[in-house]
């Protein structure tokens, strides 16, 4: 059974930093585009960065420059550092795994096959 882990969520004051982390159980971690999604209070849930399993990435034009995913096979975890947060950033985080062979942050939410519960980002001004 494959299980996501989030953790590293918080509050901090914009300009600051944080490390979301994402741990995968199973055997999927090397097979399937990984992606960060947020959720914001009464907005959609949208896909902010994406990583292949080749290490490619992609991310959305709000977070390009300023968040960057990355992965640590040894550790079966992949990342989402951010930095020059602002409170537009504030939600609630959520890594996913899905079978896309072109693993961009734009894949169907529904296409993911695997979710984890969440992080919360609160970002103050």
């Known amino acids: 059974q494959v299980q996501l882990v989030e953790s590293g969520g918080g509050s901090v004051e914009a300009g600051g930093s944080l490390r979301l982390s994402c741990v995968f159980s199973?055997?999927?971690?090397?097979?399937?585009?990984l992606v960060w999604f947020r959720q914001a209070p009464g907005k959609e849930r949208e896909g902010v960065a994406s990583?292949?399993?080749?290490?490619?990435?992609n991310y959305a034009d709000s977070v390009k420059g300023r968040f960057t995913i990355s992965r640590d096979n040894a550790k079966n975890t992949v990342y989402l550092q951010m930095s020059s947060l602002k409170p537009e950033d504030t939600a609630m985080y959520y890594c996913?795994?899905?079978?896309?062979?072109?693993?961009?942050?734009?894949?169907?939410?529904?296409?993911?096959?695997?979710w984890g519960k969440g992080t919360l980002v609160t970002i103050s001004s």
């Open positions: 996913a795994a899905g079978p896309f062979l072109t693993c961009r942050y734009t894949v169907p939410r529904n296409g993911m096959d695997y």
């Open positions: 199973g055997y999927l971690y090397m097979k399937n585009c």
């Open positions: 990583i292949a399993s080749d290490g490619r990435t």
